[in-house]
């Protein structure tokens, strides 16, 4: 699990810093989840893998899908 920590703001700018339109996020993600599978025998399947920021507000928090 990965947690990160950030200031309370509105749904649709945190959407937008962690589902950038530049690509940016995505392939941090991709990376973070092949070193999973390396590391510690996880089974990601990349191949299937697509990357979605989404605000959760049950919770407060954006969660990578």
């Given at each position: 699990?990965?947690?990160?920590?950030?200031?309370?703001?509105?749904?649709?700018i945190?959407?937008?810093?962690?589902?950038?339109?530049?690509?940016?996020?995505?392939?941090?993600?991709?990376?973070?989840?092949?070193?999973?599978?390396?590391?510690?025998?996880?089974?990601?399947?990349?191949?299937?893998?697509?990357?979605?920021?989404?605000?959760?507000?049950?919770?407060g928090?954006?969660?990578?899908?």
């Amino acid at each position: 699990m990965l947690i990160g920590v950030d200031l309370s703001k509105r749904p649709e700018i945190l959407e937008r810093a962690y589902d950038d339109s530049q690509g940016v996020t995505a392939p941090c993600q991709s990376h973070l989840l092949t070193r999973a599978n390396h590391e510690i025998g996880a089974d990601f399947r990349l191949d299937e893998w697509k990357h979605r920021a989404i605000y959760n507000a049950d919770v407060g928090r954006i969660e990578w899908h």
